[in-house]
């Protein structure tokens, strides 16, 4: 197959963005006929990240216009089918959804600047994945005691757990490294002392 040119590579890019914004706006649209008005201030906030990101993609190359885009597209994008009915959800959800996002978002990105993802950019991600998660088992009130007593008698647990898994990272590290090589580029930012603590 003939390799396609970086202008008509931004051409597939831009057409593909506006045929997905097309579509998500013609299922908000359609959700009209059931009596739903259709908010235009999402909208225009999924329209407005959906040009960063074509932006980030094409022009900048910066990765925080390429996780604000993202972020701002998929918001947008939630608020249209929580306001205008397409899902049954109340917008009690709204930030819950915001925070799975917001780590699926930094994934994205991460794979967006390095190519692969990164231990520094998954971690922060998971955590706020489970924490949306969590969150949102709570506003759907799939979990039905209140958000103070749960953290109260299972808060201390996490963050034991948590602790521990740390300190295991850690001690694995430490004595197998082999398991968790360095790229060139993290090796660079190390001082001496850090190299020869890690064996390198």
């Known amino acids: 197959m003939k390799k396609i040119t970086v202008p008509m590579l931004n051409v597939l890019l831009a057409a593909g963005v506006i ?7 013609l299922i908000s649209r359609f959700s009209l006929g059931f ?5 235009v201030g999402p909208i225009i906030v999924m329209i407005f990240g959906a040009v960063t990101f074509y932006a980030a993609m094409t022009i ?8 604000v885009g993202l972020l701002l597209f998929f918001m947008g994008l939630a608020i249209t089918f929580v306001f205008s ?3 049954p959800f109340g917008s ?5 959804i915001a925070v799975i996002v917001s780590g699926i978002c930094l994934v994205l990105t991460c794979v967006f600047k ?3 993802i990164r231990g520094v950019y998954f971690t922060p991600s998971l955590i706020l994945e489970i ?4 969150f949102l088992l709570f506003s759907l009130k799939i979990i039905k005691i209140p958000f103070s007593i749960f953290i109260a008698k299972w808060g201390p647990l996490a963050l034991i757990l948590a ?9 694995w590290q430490r004595n197998f490294n082999d398991f968790f090589p360095y790229d060139k580029d993290e090796l660079s930012d190390l001082t001496d002392e850090e190299k020869e603590f890690y064996g390198e």
Not at 60 to 67: K, P, T
Request: net charge positive; charged share 5%.
């Open 19 to 25: 045929l997905i914004i097309a579509g998500l706006l």
């Open 35 to 39: 009596g739903v008005s259709l908010p």
């Open 60 to 67: 900048i190359h910066w990765a925080i216009f390429f996780f």
């Open 85 to 87: 009915n397409v899902f």
């Open 92 to 96: 009690e959800t709204l930030l819950p």
């Open 114 to 116: 390095h190519r692969k």
């Open 131 to 134: 924490l949306g998660v969590v």
């Open 163 to 171: 602790g521990a898994v740390l300190i295991g990272v850690f001690l």
